[in-house]
């Protein structure tokens, strides 16, 4: 495992997108300035906890497809977040106990907990420290070499985090670049690309939440379902395509996630009546 940072520290005087997520998936490693500022959006967008837990639901059943399906055995988990249960290693290795999976997070504290989580576990899984905005420092880190063979096919990762890449960013090349050098430079065909991010179709309220998000410190950039379509030229839509995640392949005996926080129930069930937002993705593959 290791930092390109030298394990700098997690923030604590900002919320950070990691704990506030694990929160609403029933994690425990959340700070009053997360909890401040997802309270806040919540009394706006109540339909966040639903949505993020439906990413999280789609998680599995992504995992699920690329090994049983698709036949995939390595795995680059861009942005993965803190550990909660079914984590990517977890489902792929249900499925294939020899699936490899490299976990990329920016924030340290996912470096962390993944340690913990995975100390004994062998070495098919690592945790890597790293900025996806930055795919090449990615690729170089020899933590991805040693476990990710890339003359054979890959799944790139990016659940739930295409609304953290800018078009354009100080530090890399836009989230275009972010989501397809990988795909289209180093991995050969066959290999496939998971894909969730925060939509809106109502453009002025995207932007209200994108705005009240990224004004709080964690980058955020709103985009419609067509505007996230647009990074997918040349690959192939596993059917259904790329949809509202609650409608892909739903799977009610799929396991259930870790239940939500006293704080966050009264907001189960909110996208019955609400849905500015939602999590649009799919699975692609390179042909
Ligand atoms: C909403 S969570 C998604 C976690 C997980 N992928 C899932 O679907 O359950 C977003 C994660 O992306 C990470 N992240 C945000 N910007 C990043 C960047 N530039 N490079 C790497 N990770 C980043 C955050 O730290 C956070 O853990």
Request: aromatic content about 8%.
């Amino acid at each position: 495992m290791s930092s390109g940072r030298g394990d700098p520290a997690s923030p604590f005087d900002r919320p950070t997108s990691a704990r506030a997520y694990g929160w609403m998936l029933g994690g425990q490693d959340v700070y009053p300035v997360d909890q401040n500022i997802l309270l806040y959006v919540l009394g706006r967008f109540p339909e966040c906890v639903d949505i993020a837990r439906q990413n999280r639901l789609f998680l599995y059943r992504a995992i699920r497809y690329l090994v049983r399906e698709a036949g995939i055995t390595q795995f680059l988990d861009m942005g993965c977040g803190l550990p909660t249960d079914n984590n990517v290693h977890q489902v792929a290795q249900r499925f294939n106990p020899d699936a490899h999976v490299v976990y990329v997070d920016i924030d340290p504290i996912v470096l962390a907990h993944g340690r913990a989580l995975l100390a004994g576990h062998g070495p098919t899984t690592t945790v890597v420290t790293a900025d996806m905005r930055i795919p090449e420092m990615v690729l170089a880190d020899p933590d991805v070499g040693a476990l990710i063979d890339f003359t054979e096919p890959v799944a790139v990762l990016f659940l739930s985090v295409g609304h953290h890449l800018k078009d354009v960013d100080e530090v890399g090349l836009g989230a275009r670049h972010a989501v397809r050098h990988i795909i289209d430079t180093v991995a050969v065909p066959g290999s496939h690309l998971a894909f969730s991010q925060v939509v809106s179709d109502d453009p002025e309220l995207g932007a209200v939440f994108a705005a009240s998000i990224d004004g709080a410190g964690i980058p955020w950039q709103n985009r419609s379902p067509a505007e996230v379509d647009a990074f997918f030229d040349g690959l192939d839509p596993i059917a259904p395509g790329l949809v509202n995640l609650a409608d892909w392949h739903p799977d009610p005996s799929q396991p259930p996630l870790e239940p939500v926080p006293e704080q966050l129930r009264r907001f189960v069930g909110a996208t019955e009546h609400h849905s500015i937002v939602y999590e649009y993705g799919g699975i692609l593959r390179k042909p």
